[in-house]
């Protein structure tokens, strides 16, 4: 079965940094291109960023507003996305969802998604 | 970045009717557009990729359309199961974007 789990959300004060990870099982991981999307409370679905694959450079993109604060890397060893997120503001807040198409290029639908990792930035 | 404006936000219908929900692009996209499906508390589902291609396992109720700046999403006959939020998103350029959503409510 094709399958993504996300982890690692929780409370984290603005400023503050906190990790995500995505394990991923059923398919070819290192073969598919990766990325997050979130969701504010109540609010719509807002792209977050993505990693290639290493065979094609293992680059990353990002959305203007996490650009130089949020990072995505990838362990294609262990299966695992992860989502390091520094300088976190109130704004952040959202549901953190881990996303591919299982596939290598940019036109690939997000296909599969997981259930989505809660994050809530709040002094 | 490509901007994507749904119309429209909220929509309301009964079982049986034909709905149709927009999408424009502030940009020729060509027809790299998906359409999702999203119920509350659950993660979006695709329903059609490429602008007009249905994802498997997806109902052929719903129908993707268009190319270039304009799509549409028609659903043929709303069944219960299809009240939920419908998300448009490009996936033309390296920076993916989505559209504010439309909600399909129960008239």
């Known amino acids: 079965e094709v399958q993504l789990v996300e982890s690692g959300g929780g409370l984290v004060k603005p400023g503050g940094s906190l990790r995500l990870s995505c394990a991923a099982s059923g398919f070819t991981f290192s073969y598919a291109y990766m990325s997050w999307v979130r969701q504010a409370p109540g609010k719509g679905l807002e792209w977050v960023g993505r990693i290639k694959t290493k065979t094609d450079g293992g680059t990353t993109d990002y959305a203007a507003p996490v650009t130089g604060r949020f990072t995505i890397s990838r362990d294609d060893s262990n299966k695992s996305l992860y989502l390091q997120m520094n300088s976190l503001k109130i704004e952040d807040t959202a549901v953190y969802y881990c996303v591919t198409g299982d596939c290598s290029s940019t036109f690939c639908p997000d296909g599969i998604w997981g259930p989505g990792t809660m994050v809530t930035v709040s002094s | 970045d490509i901007q994507m404006t749904q119309s429209p936000s909220t929509l309301s219908a009964s079982v049986g009717d034909r709905v149709t929900i927009t999408c424009r692009a502030s940009?020729?996209?060509?027809?790299?557009l998906a359409w999702y499906q999203q119920k509350p508390g659950e993660a979006p589902k695709l329903l059609i990729y490429?602008?007009?291609s249905l994802y498997s396992g997806v109902s052929s109720r719903f129908g993707g359309s268009g190319s270039g700046t304009e799509f549409a999403l028609t659903i043929s006959s709303l069944q219960p199961d299809d009240f939920a939020t419908y998300y448009c998103?490009?996936?033309?350029?390296?920076?993916?974007?989505f559209g504010q959503g439309t909600k399909v409510e129960i008239k």
């Open positions: 940009q020729s996209i060509s027809v790299w």
């Open positions: 490429k602008a007009s």
């Open positions: 998103q490009q996936y033309n350029s390296y920076s993916r974007t």
